[in-house]
Structure formats: C-alpha cells, structure tokens
C-alpha cells in the first residue's frame, strides 16, 4: 500500500509533527463531552506512520476520566494537534483540522457514538495497527 504523508500542528507552529495516512483513510467525528467541545476530527495512525518533527519541550499533557488517554497540548496556543487515545494506545489521534492546508484532501468521514464506545472501538482497532 502506499501511504501519504502528512505535515501540520498547532496554532502558534511551536509543534510540528508528519504522519503517513492511507490514501483516503478514515476520518471520525466523536460526540464525547471533550471531542464535540473542541472539535477534534480523528485520523487514527499507527504510531510508526507518527514523527514528532519539533516542540517536545512544549507539549503539556492531560488526562481524565480512565487516565489512559494522553491529551497533549501546546503550552502557548492551547491547541491539541494530536494525542495518545485510550481505544487505541500502540497509535495516534490526529485531528484533521491540524493538519496543514491541502494535506490531507481525500478522507471518509464517519460517525463515532461515545454511547457504544466498546463496539466502536473494537470495530477499528486495525487503525493503530501497522500493516504486514
């Protein structure tokens, strides 16, 4: 398969990351409380299609509910580009709106019901994972 490369990051530049995506890959709206209220669109990647490019040292992490999730934001702009979701901790959430301009132009968007997390999550656990 051939894989497409991403750049973006968040509001200020200060982080920058790339990641690999397929093609036309699976994009998800969530409606949990913290998805919907910032309105983050997923664009889950195995963490081998991930590269931190710049901004380490600014990145502050959050966590709530199960403390699984690692919600990482910019210590300056405030803005979460990307995260270690719980449903899937060997990969990355990318939000499609942090991504630069143009960079991603062919997705599939679908639903996600924060209600039927258990069945949601197990339908897409191949998205974390890298193909053989």
Known sequence: MELHTCRGGCHCGRVRFECQSEPQPLVLECDCSICRMSGFLHLIVPAAWFT?????????????????????FCAHCGIKSFYVPRSHPHGYDINV????????????????????????????????????
């Open 97 to 132: 709106r942090c991504l630069d301009a143009g960079a991603l132009p062919n997705y599939r968007l679908r639903a996600f019901r924060d209600a039927e997390r258990d069945a949601e999550t197990a339908a897409l656990a191949h998205l974390s994972m890298a193909p053989r």
């Open 52 to 72: 931190l490019l710049q901004g380490a040292a600014d990145l502050r992490e959050y966590r709530f509910n199960t403390g699984a999730a690692r919600h990482l």
